[in-house]
């Protein structure tokens, strides 16, 4: 289509009851394009609601539990998700329960763990002294306590000092009266209130042989002993974790993708004008999903939906400027694939003509006119085969390069046969050149030997002239394109009834035809013939327009004071604008030497990794060499050279096409929706 699709305005007046599901019909589809004021305000409303903290602390636990996990949670809702109800509350608390309890566990181990091993550290420091037991005591800062205590009370030891000492068991005593013995261990620190604590639950210490020297052997085997338990205990849980993992896995990002999309729901609502029983909904869609939108709309909330539609001349805030119709695009695959060379420089105003097409066509030759070559663009049309839709899944963040690469790649291929050129190679394609001029010159009764090459780039006896030709191709390339952006220019603004700017400006119709006369005049003088008094009036013609379009405008429309900012002023302005006019088409036309320039680099550095390659099978006396200049050369071209001439074709593209009519840019169609890429396929081309 050369213009964007047509919208309308929908206002939906739907019961609080129904809001949800509708919101979620809408996220889903992906057709509507909200509102201004909607877009706006209610945002901190929306955060203060009971239901909204809700949803955002079950996101939280979710998140936290995940995190416990392993699991890498979605960042928006999946295509499969649901609003979560009670069945989702019911599931998310027994899960997170269940995390809980194993995180609680496995920290409290850890802590044990850490606790152990720096008792045990301490005492294998002091394992060898040669000190008196009794003595390490104000020796370390360790504090050992060696004795009997009532298992029974052990426990309550252990949670009595939490993390300031460790307890370690130790067996039964000697006389089998069922007191066990027990070491524990803290830091001075925590002496004291272990020797407290100790004290009140009768503890009853052991006494040391007089003059055992260093850590008895028996002490220092059940700190390992504990570790090692505690290292189990820790495996078990690691295991447990895993298991945990494998069984809701999928169930745990289901949940945070439900909640989610009812985060976004509730964020919206609280953006939407409502009472306490209605809420009101209003936005752009395209005309041709109105349709199926209503009658989706309708069994969705079973009839209970209001629903009014407006064309944009019936709606004031259009009428009065304060309000840009959204612009919605419809493409095949070809021209989709350059819609974002347009909507990174702006949306075009609704209404107007659609450039994308034209983005397309003249991209793709410009590209392939300045980096011609076959074995190239081969590489450049795989690498858009492999990042498609049915490409490599590791090149699927890259999907939106697909059509462009495939359509430079086939203009590569086919400039490159033109020139010869194979990867640099400008011998391959001899033959096949000569059997199709030879095969045309027999078609048309040509006589002579057929040409090896059908375009000749490099410099080089008798090609000068042919070169010239070429180059002198690209300017009317130029021509073309700057052309068809005055022309697009003037439909606008004729469809805009900015009728002073189609008829009277640099870009309008006294602009193009102040170009295209220059430009006749050019290849008249070319031709050999002279410049006349006619030509003289033909150039002045359009200058004069230029120069009092103003003035001419307001006699015809009637406004006063005719000079608007007085004589001088206008005199001042319209020499001014006759030299910009000048200026810029001429710039803008020599700018397409640029294509050619080009394109002759990009032979020339070709020739000269060619040549380099020759060079080393020579010296080298083996192709290997050769091969590996051969691929660097060429690797070289295709991501750097590549690169450069993408940016110069973008850069033609905005300083001479699009400055021609994007005087004043739209709004692109951004429809409400729970999923970023679901606007690639469904936003723009659903009907």
Not at 68 to 78: A, N, V
Not at 332 to 337: E, P, R
Not at 421 to 441: C, R, S
Request: hydrophobic letters at 45%; aromatic letters at 10%; one cysteine or more.
């Amino acid at each position: 289509m050369i213009r964007p699709r047509k919208m309308k305005q929908i206002e939906l007046t739907v019961l609080s009851r129904d809001v949800d599901q509708v919101i979620e019909f809408l996220g889903r589809r992906a057709l509507l394009h909200l509102s201004e004021d909607e877009e706006a305000g209610g945002v901190v409303h929306a955060l203060d609601t009971a239901d909204y903290r809700h949803i955002q602390e079950n996101l939280e636990r979710i998140r936290t539990g995940a995190a416990y996990l392993g699991i890498k949670l979605p960042e928006e809702p999946e295509e499969s998700s649901r609003l979560p109800g009670e069945a989702e509350e019911a599931l998310t608390d027994k899960i997170i329960t269940v995390i809980g309890i194993l995180s609680n566990r496995e920290n409290a181990e850890k802590g044990e763990k850490r606790k152990v091993e720096e008792a045990l550290n301490e005492a294998k420091a002091f394992a060898n002294l040669n000190a008196p037991f009794s003595d390490l005591d104000q020796l370390s800062y360790l504090t050992l306590r060696v004795g009997r205590l009532d298992p029974k009370r052990q426990n309550e030891l252990r949670e009595n000092l939490s993390d300031r000492a460790v307890i370690i068991p130790l067996g039964q005593g000697a006389s089998g009266d069922g007191g066990d013995r027990v070491l524990a261990a803290a830091s001075r620190k925590g002496r004291f209130a272990l020797d407290s604590e100790l004290k009140r639950l009768s503890f009853v210490p052991i006494t040391i042989p007089e003059g055992y020297k260093g850590v008895p052997g028996e002490l220092l085997s059940g700190l390992e002993v504990r570790l090692a338990g505690v290292e189990k205990e820790l495996d078990k849980i690691n295991a447990e974790k895993t298991q945990i993992r494998n069984e809701y896995g999928g169930t745990i990002t289901s949940l945070a993708a439900a909640y989610l999309m009812a985060s976004l729901v509730e964020q919206l609502k609280g953006k939407l004008r409502s009472t306490r029983s209605v809420y009101v909904l209003s936005g752009w869609v395209p005309s041709d999903a109105v349709p199926n939108l209503v009658e989706g709309l309708e069994k969705c909330t079973q009839g209970r939906v209001a629903i009014r539609t407006f064309n944009p001349d019936e709606v004031e805030e259009v009428k009065e400027g304060k309000t840009k119709v959204p612009v919605s695009l419809d493409h095949g695959s070809f021209v989709k694939g350059f819609e974002g060379v347009v909507f990174s420089y702006g949306a075009p105003l609704y209404g107007t003509i659609d450039p994308t097409p034209f983005v397309a066509f003249f991209f793709t030759i410009l590209f392939g006119i300045m980096f011609g070559d076959l074995g190239q663009g081969l590489v450049l049309l795989l690498l858009g085969l492999l990042t498609g839709k049915r490409g490599l899944k590791i090149l699927q963040g890259s999907r939106k390069y697909s059509v462009p690469l495939i359509a430079v790649g086939i203009s590569s291929m086919v400039m490159g046969f033109l020139n010869g050129a194979v990867f640099t190679n400008e011998e391959l394609l001899i033959a096949p050149t000569k059997a199709v001029t030879g095969f045309f010159m027999n078609l048309f009764g040509l006589s002579g030997e057929p040409p090896e090459r059908i375009l000749h780039l490099m410099p080089e006896k008798g090609s000068i002239e042919k070169l010239f030709y070429f180059f002198g191709f690209t300017i009317a390339v130029g021509v073309v394109l700057n052309s068809v952006g005055l022309l697009v220019n003037i439909v606008n603004q004729c469809t805009l009834k900015k009728y002073e700017k189609a008829f009277f400006s640099k870009t309008g119709m006294a602009g193009i035809l102040l170009f295209w006369y220059a430009l006749f005049i050019a290849v008249k003088i070319l031709a050999g013939r002279r410049f006349t008094w006619l030509d003289l009036g033909g150039l002045l013609l359009p200058a004069f327009c230029i120069f009092f379009g103003p003035v001419i405008w307001r006699i015809i429309s009637g406004k006063r004071p005719i000079l608007e900012q007085g004589l001088m002023v206008f005199i001042m302005e319209g020499f001014v604008e006759i030299l910009e006019t000048a200026s810029t088409y001429i710039s803008n036309t020599v700018s397409f030497l640029r294509v050619g320039a080009f394109a002759l680099s990009h032979a020339v550095l070709s020739f000269i990794v060619f040549t380099l390659s020759g060079m080393v099978t020579h010296l080298a006396g083996g192709p290997v060499f050769s091969v590996i200049i051969m691929i660097f050369g060429n690797a070289v071209i295709i991501l750097l050279e590549g690169m450069i001439v993408a940016i110069q074709v973008v850069r033609l593209q905005y300083y001479e096409f699009f400055s021609k009519f994007f005087t004043e840019t739209g709004v692109e169609f951004s429809p409400f929706r729970f999923r970023r890429e679901a606007v690639t396929g469904r936003a723009r081309n659903s009907k």
